[in-house]
């Protein structure tokens, strides 16, 4: 009884001190997203799942601010991902909490925000914005292109080195001039003698009313500890890794269509020599009804001394709204490398955002 009494003192407590202080505020946030399908590897028997993040991957965050006077705020953001369909944080076993984001900064009307901590990249931002399927770990061939390994007898791809968000950064994001804002992430490696072990790059974001476009770089020295890169013995000889994109899109009301380019080169210190990446990607997303149809394509090459192989991959789905927060949906995926049976999944799901 007495611990019942000084919790609600407290809670009683910290609701008047929110009152007394409007111009300061805490949000609760994120998402659900859970499905119901099957996937199959390449060659493999085909599996039954209940999966999470179909869509998008859920998570589940904190973030606040404070007016400091004269058009500054602090500001923080703690997020992590969760996996539905488990009821277990992070999109692993070994996933921090807050893996999604997790920084304090400094944000101003005339000079931009200033953030510490772990900051979700640039080069993601611009990967999910300019196609249909935004973020889909699952559905989503601009991220499997991107994000996720891929193999063909002796050549080994390893998809963007460093994850989507990094720890230990800081990034710099430009006020809004014109439809324009400017990007900028560098993250340390933190090691005595290390000084040159890094990961930096940035993006250039251009909306104005239907159309959109961006130009994405960045370069990463280690992954993890400097010099340790979470990857097969195929990249024990890695030095570092430069990635570029560029990506458009124009709404035509009727339909609005995505494009996207990208090259990525990772040094590797080896008889196969440097591992090389291209791909392409075309999308559309067409409102139907209280939804929208969305449909995308990606044909990647890659390359190196130890040979080459191709990659399709497709993406159709059907998102519909049943209210702003709440959306069902349909989709399926293709993927299918050079002389590889093809792999596929498919699934019917719901999302709730709150």
């Known amino acids: ?97 807050f893996t999604r984001n997790a920084f304090a900064g400094l ?16 080069y993601f931002l611009s990967t999910i914005l300019f196609n249909p399927l935004v973020d889909s770990y ?47 992430i560098y993250a340390f490696g933190e090691q005595p003698g290390s000084g040159g072990q890094n990961k930096w790059g940035g993006n250039v974001l251009y909306f104005n009313g239907p159309f959109a476009a961006t130009v994405a770089f960045q370069q990463a020295k280690f992954n993890g500890a400097p010099g340790d890169v979470t990857a097969p013995a195929a990249l024990a000889g890695f030095g570092r890794q430069n990635a570029v994109q560029g990506g458009l899109s124009y709404d035509f009301k009727v339909v609005k269509l995505f494009a996207q380019g990208q090259y990525i080169k990772t040094g590797v210190d080896s008889a196969s020599g440097d591992i090389r990446h291209a791909n392409g990607q075309l999308g559309a997303s067409v409102p139907l009804g209280a939804g929208s149809m969305l449909v995308s394509y990606a044909y990647a090459r890659t390359s190196s001394n130890a040979g080459e192989f191709r990659r399709n991959t497709a993406g159709l789905a059907y998102d519909y709204n049943l209210s702003r927060r709440t959306d069902v949906y ?4 293709y993927d299918r490398l050079t002389a590889q049976a093809h792999a596929d999944t498919l699934g019917v799901g719901l999302r709730h955002r709150f």
Request: proline residues 3%.
């Open 1 to 97: 009884m007495a611990r019942s009494k000084a919790a609600l003192l407290l809670f009683g407590t910290l609701c008047v001190a929110g009152t007394g202080h409007a111009q300061s505020g805490v949000t609760l946030y994120g998402q659900v997203d859970s499905f119901v399908g099957s996937t199959r590897a390449a060659g493999g028997d085909r599996a039954y799942v209940l999966g999470a993040g179909g869509m998008q991957t859920s998570y589940w965050g904190m973030r606040g601010s404070e007016e400091l006077g004269g058009g500054l705020k602090a500001i923080f953001d703690l997020n992590g991902f969760l996996r539905v369909d488990a009821g277990k944080s992070g999109r692993s076993d070994t996933d921090p909490m």
């Open 107 to 122: 944000q101003s009307n005339s000079y931009g925000t200033l953030k510490l901590g772990r900051n979700t990249t640039p």
């Open 138 to 184: 699952n559905f989503a061939p601009s991220i499997f292109q991107t994000y996720k390994t891929a193999g063909s007898g002796a050549l080994y791809d390893p998809g963007i080195i460093g994850d989507s968000g990094w720890s230990n950064s800081v990034v710099y994001s430009t006020p809004v001039l014109a439809g324009l804002t400017v990007n900028l």
């Open 330 to 333: 349909a989709a399926y995926f």
